[in-house]
């Protein structure tokens, strides 16, 4: 009787785990739906908007192709979030 009481008790562990693990996979996506921006956020010349993140990737892959109290540069990218009122991308030199 104790391989039942075995069996069972890995049988009931799978489900807890498995939601854990759902849970914690799921808080690594971006919103479904994306912010309002501000008028005039991230111009094509100079920056792409992201979808759902209200970000603005710079299109220059430099650590100052951001200017401004809110700049990111991580991984090669340069970006800003739409809250940064004093950011915005810069142009290749």
Same mark, same amino acid.
């Given at each position: 009787?104790?391989?039942l009481?075995?069996?069972?008790? @890995?049988?009931?562990?799978?489900p ?6 759902? @849970?914690?996979? =799921?808080a690594?996506?971006a ?6 921006l501000?008028?005039g956020f991230?111009?094509?010349a100079?920056g ?5 993140t ?7 892959e @430099?650590?100052d192709?951001?200017v401004?109290?809110?700049? =990111?540069? =991580? ?5 800003? @979030? ?12």
């Amino acid at each position: 009787m104790a391989w039942l009481n075995n069996i069972l008790l @890995h049988v009931m562990r799978f489900p807890l785990v498995f939601l854990i693990l759902l @849970h914690a996979v =799921q808080a690594g996506r971006a919103p479904d739906e994306a912010p309002k921006l501000p008028e005039g956020f991230c111009p094509k010349a100079t920056g792409t908007a992201t979808a759902t993140t209200g970000e603005c990737m710079c299109n220059w892959e @430099h650590k100052d192709a951001c200017v401004g109290t809110g700049c =990111q540069y =991580q991984m090669g990218l340069s970006w800003y @979030h739409y809250s940064c009122k004093d950011c915005r991308c810069v142009s290749e030199p």
